[in-house]
Nanobody
Framework: QVTLVESGGGLVQAGNSLRLSCAAS????????MGWFRQAPGKEREFVAI????????YYSDSVKGRFTISRDNAKNTVYLQMNSLNPEDTAVYYC????????????????WGQGTQVTVSS
């Protein structure tokens, strides 16, 4: 059974940082594009960042570009999201997801999803 488990969320003040982790099991991790998505209260789910199989190629939404960094450690079956300079607009539930061999921002193309981790940024 494929399982993705996010961790690292919490409550922080604006300007501070968090590092999210997503541990995957039950799949050939290195064969999947990994992505981070988020959903704020009352808002649509939105793309945050994606990373190709080896980690050499990444892509970010305009809202997080320059502040967030996605990375992966295929030996540990883990993808990370380093979030710096957080602001209240970043408050959301953050989800990691896996897409088999497809590098895309379209959430519908992601086969497996974690349960999400809450990130709350206060002013």
């Amino acid at each position: 059974q494929v399982t993705l488990v996010e961790s690292g969320g919490g409550l922080v003040q604006a300007g501070n940082s968090l590092r999210l982790s997503c541990a995957a099991s039950g799949l050939t991790f290195g064969s999947y594009t990994m992505g981070w998505f988020r959903q704020a209260p009352g808002k649509e789910r939105e793309f945050v960042a994606i990373i190709k199989l080896s980690g050499r190629t990444t892509y970010y939404s305009d809202s997080v570009k320059g502040r967030f960094t996605i990375s992966r450690d295929n030996a540990k079956n883990t993808v990370y999201l380093q979030m710096n300079s957080l602001n209240p607009e970043d408050t959301a539930v953050y989800y990691c997801a896996a897409s088999a061999m497809v590098f895309t921002t379209n959430a519908d193309r992601y086969r497996y999803w974690g349960q999400g981790t809450q990130v709350t940024v206060s002013s």
